[in-house]
Nanobody, 121 residues
Framework: VQLQASGGGLVQTGGSLRLSCAAS????????MGWYRQAPEKQRELVAT???????NYADSVKGRFTISRDNAKNTVYLQMNSLKPEDTGVYYCAFEGLKRTMFRTASDYWGQGTLVTVSS
């Protein structure tokens, strides 16, 4: 299984971007999909997650501005980012947690390669 993230780029303060992350390969189920980010010289932090049932969780810093969604049929997770701020700058990583390739396989976690988001002031 490989995760391919896309949609990052350079945007001005107040702008919007939409990130996508699609998984390829044989997949039976995915417990949770999420986005994390890492700013320069900072630790990776949670941005948002969404469960298989659609329950979402957001970091306080992005509530009301970011929206996470998933397409289970396409094994894809999205992150709509609005009203972007310079402090949103960083490398955004997608993560699929509790992924099972078949009904009987053990679940594992997978990470995408990261996509850079730069918000200019």
């Amino acid at each position: 299984v490989q995760l391919q993230a896309s949609g990052g780029g350079l945007v001005q303060t107040g702008g919007s971007l939409r990130l996508s992350c699609a998984a390829s390969g044989t997949i039976f189920s995915i417990r949770s999909m999420g986005w994390y980010r890492q700013a320069p010289e900072k630790q990776r932090e949670l941005v948002a997650t969404i469960s298989s049932g659609g329950t979402t969780n957001y970091a306080d810093s992005v509530k009301g501005r970011f929206t996470i969604s998933r397409d289970n049929a396409k094994n894809t997770v999205y992150l709509q980012m609005n009203s972007l701020k310079p402090e949103d700058t960083g490398v955004y990583y997608c993560a699929f947690e509790g992924l099972k390739r078949t009904m009987f396989r053990t679940a594992s976690d997978y990470w995408g390669q990261g996509t850079l988001v730069t918000v200019s002031s």
